[in-house]
T-cell receptor, first 113, second 112 residues
Framework: QQQVKQSPQSLIVQKGGISIINCAYE??????FPWYQQFPGKGPALLIA?????SEKKEGRFTISFNKSAKQFSLHIMDSQPGDSATYFC????????????FGKGNQVVVIP | DAGITQSPRHKVTETGTPVTLRCHQT?????MYWYRQDPGHGLRLIHY???????DKGEVSDGYSVSRSKTEDFLLTLESATSSQTSVYFC???????????FGPGTRLTVL
């Protein structure tokens, strides 16, 4: 069963706009929530991550908002640029041991000029 | 990117043939992982390793085996490749000092 659910599946945003991707999880034992960015033909790369004791984390134009009670977290891309066009994956580390991550299915973001 | 290399980067093979993919890392990370990526499925864990000779199954391990005889190398073997194993395969390592999973560049495997 999928433990991390990501929405929407794809997103088209105007340059300068805000891209928002949402993830929901079930396992309350998850203790670490990273977002990965993947460009075509490349491996995923860590973009930003948050722990459940923090409600928001910002790095440059990227912000994670975390709602522990709702078991949801989201990625906000401010002032979206064409170079942000990529696939974004949310993930969560749980109580499986060995730092295993459960990944969402991914969200393709297209930023049009 | 944690110095992860994967070989080969592309491979075309025929159904029924054995295939071995190699992952090599230079950062001395303890944990290593093999994922497959398919449209609509995201990243799915095949096998992982938590040390030399210590491996365990992930969520889609059927038809795959792994071996880790050295810290730096993690091999994924398809004993008898099937068309359903056509995919992009990613190796990853875990940096415990930063709680970051790093991915390699991927191997595109096509099974005809």
């Amino acid at each position: 069963q999928q433990q991390v659910k990501q929405s929407p599946q794809s997103l088209i945003v105007q340059k300068g706009g805000i891209s928002i991707i949402n993830c929901a999880y079930e396992n309350t034992a998850f203790d670490y929530f990273p977002w990965y960015q993947q460009f075509p033909g490349k491996g995923p790369a860590l973009l930003i991550a948050i722990r459940p004791d923090v409600s928001e984390k910002k790095e440059g134009r990227f912000t994670i908002s975390f709602n522990k009670s709702a078991k949801q977290f989201s990625l906000h891309i401010m002032d979206s640029q064409p170079g942000d066009s990529a696939t974004y994956f949310c993930a969560a580390r749980g109580d499986y041991g060995n730092n295993r991550l459960a990944f969402g299915k991914g969200n393709q973001v297209v930023v049009i000029p | 990117d944690a110095g992860i290399t994967q070989s080969p980067r592309h491979k075309v093979t025929e159904t029924g043939t054995p295939v071995t993919l190699r992952c090599h890392q230079t950062e001395n990370h303890r944990y290593m992982y093999w994922y497959r990526q398919d449209p609509g499925h995201g990243l799915r864990l095949i096998h992982y390793s938590y040390g030399v000779k210590d491996t365990d199954k992930g969520e889609v391990s059927d038809g795959y085996s792994v071996s880790r005889s050295k810290t730096e190398d993690f091999l994924l073997t398809l004993e008898s490749a099937t068309s359903s194993q056509t995919s992009v395969y990613f190796c990853a390592t875990w940096d415990s000092s930063t709680d970051t999973q790093y991915f390699g560049p991927g191997t595109r495997l096509t099974v005809l």
